[in-house]
T-cell receptor, first 111, second 115 residues
């Protein structure tokens, strides 16, 4: 059965800290891995990763995929209270339309 | 706003009621999805429509009935729900086509409470 596992489930840090969120997966016919940020309701798209070893970066956020070890990490440097959210990881497979989501990591950044 | 609009934002309904959730997008996307988000559980895919055709029904109970009259609108009709159906229902859209190489755009969801 296809599955996506995120860790940790929750995390509390102080402003300025750097955090690393993990996503591992076991799926058949992997196509891509995506990260989303969910603050209140609508998850918003962060990154899509398809190739191993190529870092994607957006401001203080960056992510990388390891297709050999079947995982991805999302790094957030110099965290701010506005980074507080649930971070969702999802994997897509070839020939289907659906995403397989992990349970998410709830990040709380304290001022 | 993300470009995907869901109404209502909140809904409280009794187990004998019939109600409908609405999703609308004007992003030119051809695929639309219903997901259920319960506390401490991964998002669960319910239905997929691609070019108005239902391509996936993920073993959803018949008390949930989707309708996709055109590529811009998606409905979820609800009847005789159970308290465990209380959750956040998220609609999403994407460019569609064979395989899913494109990110979803999500709506803000409908928070449903069944009493």
């Amino acid at each position: 059965e296809d599955k996506v596992v995120q860790s940790p489930l929750s995390l509390v840090v102080h402003e300025g800290d750097t955090v690393t969120l993990n996503c591992s997966y076991e799926v058949t016919n992997f196509r891509s891995l995506l990260w989303y940020k969910q603050e209140k309701k609508a998850p918003t798209f962060l990154f899509m990763l398809t190739s191993s070893g190529i870092e994607k970066k957006s401001g203080r956020l960056s992510s990388i995929l390891d297709k050999k070890e079947l995982f991805s990490i999302l790094n957030i440097t110099a965290t701010q209270t506005g980074d507080s959210a649930v971070y969702l990881c999802a994997v897509t497979t070839s020939g289907t339309y659906k995403y397989i989501f992990g349970t998410g990591t709830r990040l709380k950044v304290l001022a | 706003e993300t470009g995907v609009t869901q109404t209502p934002r909140h809904l409280v309904m009794g187990m004998t009621n019939k109600k409908s959730l609405k999703c609308e997008q004007h992003l030119g996307h051809n695929a639309m999805y219903w997901y259920k988000q319960s506390a401490k559980k991964p998002l669960e895919l319910m239905f997929v429509y691609n070019f108005k055709e239902q391509t996936e029904n993920n073993s959803v109970p018949s008390r949930f009935s989707p309708e996709c009259p055109n590529s811009s609108h998606l409905f979820l009709h609800l009847h005789t729900l159970q308290p465990e159906d209380s959750a956040l229902y998220l609609c999403a859209s994407s460019e569609g086509g064979q395989g899913n190489n494109y990110g979803y755009t999500f709506g803000s969801g409908t928070r449903l409470t069944v009493v």
